[in-house]
T-cell receptor, first 113, second 116 residues
Framework: GESVGLHLPTLSVQEGDNSIINCAYSNSASDYFIWYKQESGKGPQFIIDIRSNMDKRQGQRVTVLLNKTVKHLSLQIAATQPGDSAVYFCAEYSKDSSYKLIFGSGTRLLVRP | NAGVTQTPKFQVLKTGQSMTLQCAQDMNHEYMSWYRQDPGMGLRLIHYSVGAGITDQGEVPNGYNVSRSTTEDFPLRLLSAAPSQTSVYFC???????????????FGQGTRLTVV
């Protein structure tokens, strides 16, 4: 299991710096990946997604990179802002787990002013 | 635009009690699902529905029932609450199957349930 108990991995960055949040996935058959942002007391919010036939996808201030060789996904946030402070989850989906979006355990991002 | 609405936001139950967590969406989404979130475990799928009248089990269905009589509503029932069901519960909906096309899942605000 991926449990780290109550202590989520935490990334602390200075406001204005770039942030990189990493995620390892286990199912080589996964063909769709999503990054979610969850602020305290709120539900997860969609950030960006990527299909397995892509290596990179860019959004507004965010970039997702997919390395299928090592089953690794990363979320890059440019010019990190205080409002980016949250827990970030990657989620994977595969056709052989129909309709089941499998979430990772999350990374907490703290932005220092 | 209300999106996905969950009620209640907080609930305390005694062991053995039953209750229903409500979830409603106003986006005419076919796909709805329930997740529970525990510390360090991410979100785990309890049950899901691909349309009115159709439900199926997720990763952790034991102790929960669902029904989907309308497109809008997807209630989650706890049959006999146990302390192990203490968690935060999230309902989600999407227009179509997650993974098909650019499909975004919208989550409710969550229900924090404590079973004593």
């Amino acid at each position: 299991g991926e449990s780290v108990g109550l202590h989520l991995p935490t990334l602390s960055v200075q406001e204005g710096d770039n942030s990189i949040i990493n995620c390892a996935y286990s199912n080589s058959a996964s063909d769709y990946f999503i990054w979610y942002k969850q602020e305290s007391g709120k539900g997860p919010q969609f950030i960006i997604d990527i299909r397995s036939n892509m290596d990179k996808r860019q959004g507004q201030r965010v970039t997702v990179l997919l390395n299928k060789t090592v089953k690794h996904l990363s979320l890059q946030i440019a010019a990190t802002q205080p409002g980016d402070s949250a827990v970030y989850f990657c989620a994977e989906y595969s056709k052989d787990s129909s309709y089941k979006l499998i979430f990772g355990s999350g990374t907490r991002l703290l932005v220092r002013p | 635009n209300a999106g996905v609405t969950q009620t209640p936001k907080f609930q305390v139950l005694k062991t053995g009690q039953s209750m229903t967590l409500q979830c409603a969406q106003d986006m005419n989404h076919e796909y709805m699902s329930w997740y529970r979130q525990d510390p360090g475990m991410g979100l785990r799928l309890i049950h899901y529905s691909v349309g009115a009248g159709i439900t199926d089990q997720g990763e952790v269905p034991n102790g929960y029932n669902v029904s989907r009589s309308t497109t809008e509503d997807f209630p989650l029932r706890l049959l006999s609450a146990a302390p192990s069901q203490t968690s935060v519960y999230f309902c989600a909906s999407s227009y179509s199957e997650i993974g098909r096309g650019n499909t975004e899942a919208f989550f409710g605000q969550g229900t924090r349930l404590t079973v004593v």
